[in-house]
């Protein structure tokens, strides 16, 4: 079996239309420049770059939210990379997103009960809603929520509670890969620490494969396995986090750890910040 999950080639991005004989269009603009990335079995890796790198448009490249115009995507094995949508829509349980605003990703007319046993229902993992009710509540246990929450609403909780409903819906699709888009940058230092701490639980305990997008390197440094570092579009370095970190070959990425001071490594701050 290949240790690759996930294979991206030469990945390219355009946004915008050429001009047209029957109107100005808009000029395309070119968002991914022949962008490489491999995502093993069980790997957590980290996309870090500034604001405008590209960051966002890879993930959703990725998980073939946006079309790439020029490359290829494989997924176990499997190019998924211009399959249409009737393919790719069985595999979207394999490959869960979560959100950097849970508020924007959960419907407010739903109570979290509904949000969380539909996708079961509508994927066939459960056989009845109450199949599905119980392994809600046990995956809540495991996110630390109680059933209460169940009846509440996503503006009836607070934001480190919304953004582990967001963990708990994509780990009941019983996924394979899943990628996470900047989902501790409205949080406090405390909330942060438990999300980064169960994902990196979750990650072991199920064997996921999880891209992390974060302009956060304090972050990526604590939960991933490999870093690459985008620049423009561009991927300027890519390797271990321990390496990358301690003597970036780049001078962006050098550039990115001196405009972040980043302290000594403390490999159990995760623990401590959760018992605060």
């Known amino acids: 079996m290949d240790r690759n999950l996930l294979v991206a080639t030469g990945i390219e991005v355009t946004y915008g239309k050429r001009a047209s004989l029957f109107g100005s269009g808009k000029p395309p603009t070119p968002v991914l420049h022949g ?3 491999h995502i093993g079995r069980g790997q957590t890796i ?7 790198s590209g960051k966002t ?6 998980l073939r939210l946006v079309d790439v115009s020029s490359g290829n995507i494989t997924f176990d094995g499997k190019d998924i990379t211009h399959i249409p949508e009737n393919e790719i829509r069985p595999l979207r349980r394999r490959m869960q997103m979560i959100f950097q605003d849970p508020m924007a ?3 407010p ?13 509508l994927h066939g993992i459960a056989g009845d ?7 809600v509540k046990t995956v809540l246990d495991r996110v630390s929520l109680p059933a209460a929450c169940l009846d509440r609403y996503p503006h009836e909780l ?3 509670q919304r953004q582990r409903i967001g963990i708990a819906r994509a780990v009941l699709m019983q996924p394979d890969f899943v990628l996470a888009d900047e ?4 949080l406090d230092v405390s909330t942060q620490a438990q999300a980064l701490k169960l994902l990196k639980e979750l990650s072991t305990e199920l064997g996921l494969a999880m891209a992390f997008i974060s302009h956060d390197l304090s972050v990526i440094r604590a939960i991933c396995d490999h870093v690459y570092v985008l620049r423009l579009g561009r991927v300027v370095e890519e390797g271990p986090c321990e390496r990358v970190f301690a003597s970036p070959s780049a001078a962006y990425t050098r550039a990115l750890l001196d405009a972040i001071p980043l302290p000594e490594y403390d490999p159990g701050w995760l623990e401590r910040k959760t018992e605060v």
């Not at 980290?46 to 405008?52: D, K, L, T, W």
């Not at 448009?57 to 990725?62: I, P």
């Not at 809603?129 to 392994?135: D, F, I, Q, V, W």
């Open 46 to 52: 980290g996309i870090v770059g500034e604001s405008g």
């Open 129 to 135: 809603t109450a199949e599905a009710l119980n392994r």
């Open 57 to 62: 448009t890879l993930g959703r490249a990725l």
């Open 105 to 107: 990703s959960l419907n």
């Open 35 to 37: 962008v490489d990335i």
């Open 183 to 186: 989902i501790v940058s409205g």
């Open 109 to 121: 007319r739903h109570t979290i009960r509904r949000i969380l046993t539909g996708p079961l229902l």
């Open 158 to 160: 607070s934001g480190g």
